[in-house]
C-alpha cells in the first residue's frame, strides 16, 4: 500500500496552524496540523457550491462573481465552467503557499483554470475583498476554514459573525446570492443570515456523487427589493425542487 509524502508546509497568516501538503500516488490532501481538510477524492459538496451561488446568474450578461478560498481549485473550476465569456471571477486566498502549490505540486488538479483571462487571482483576507467592493458582485462564494465553526482561525469568526456578513451583504448586488460551504449544520449561523436581512435556505450535499460525507451549504439571496418574510430552514416547494436540480449533478 502506497504511504502518504510529506511534500510542503505553510503557517496560516495571523495564526500558530500549519498547512500540509501531502501525496500518495495521485492523490493529494491539505492537512490543518493532524485534521484533513480538503483532498483530492472529494470534490462534490465543492463543486456544489458553485452550481447553487451561481443560480441566479441565468439573465446577467456580465457576472462578477467572488470565490474566498482557493482550497484545491474545485469550486474555481466549476465556477469557470459555468460562467459566461464576459464574466469576471476573483479569487482570495489569504494563504500564499497555497497559490505556490496551486502553480507547481497541484497544477495537475488545477489544470488551466488559473490561466482563464476571467480570473483574478488576489493573494488577500476575503473580508478585506468584500469591505472593498460595495454592491459589486453577483454571486460571493464562501469556503473558508471550515464553515462557521472554523478550524484554523480565530479571525474567521469576523467574516461569519453579524460583521462578516453584513460585510458580504453589502457586497452583492440585489438578487445576487452568498453560498456558504461548512462541514456541517449551524443553527446559530442560519439565524444571523437571516438577520442581516438574507432569504435563506440550506441545502446538504455528498461529499462525492451520492455518497461521502454530508456537508451543508448556506444559499443566502440579497432581495431585490424590500426583504421579505422568514423562510423556513428547509427549502420546501418550488425553490427546493430547483435547489434538488442544482446539486443532482455532484462530482
Known sequence: M???TLLETAKVPGDAAELRLMQRGDEFLIKLDRIDLMGTRMRGSEEALARLGCANLETVAKPRILI???GMGFTLR???DL???AARVEVAELVPAVVTWAKGPL???FGESLDDPRLTLHVADV???MRAGLGAYDAILLDVDNGPEGLTRQANDSLY???GLRDAFAAVRPGGIVAVWSAGPDRAFTQRLRQTGFEVDEVTVRGHRNRGPRHLIWVATRPSGRPKAIKPAV???ARAKALTKATSHQG
Do not use: E, N
Open 83 to 85: 460562467a459566461r465569456p
Open 2 to 4: 502506497l504511504m502518504w
Open 78 to 80: 466549476a465556477v469557470l
Open 107 to 109: 497544477a495537475s488538479v
Open 161 to 163: 459573525g453579524y460583521a
Open 235 to 237: 427549502p420546501t416547494g
Open 127 to 129: 473580508g478585506a475583498i
Open 68 to 70: 474566498g478560498g482557493l
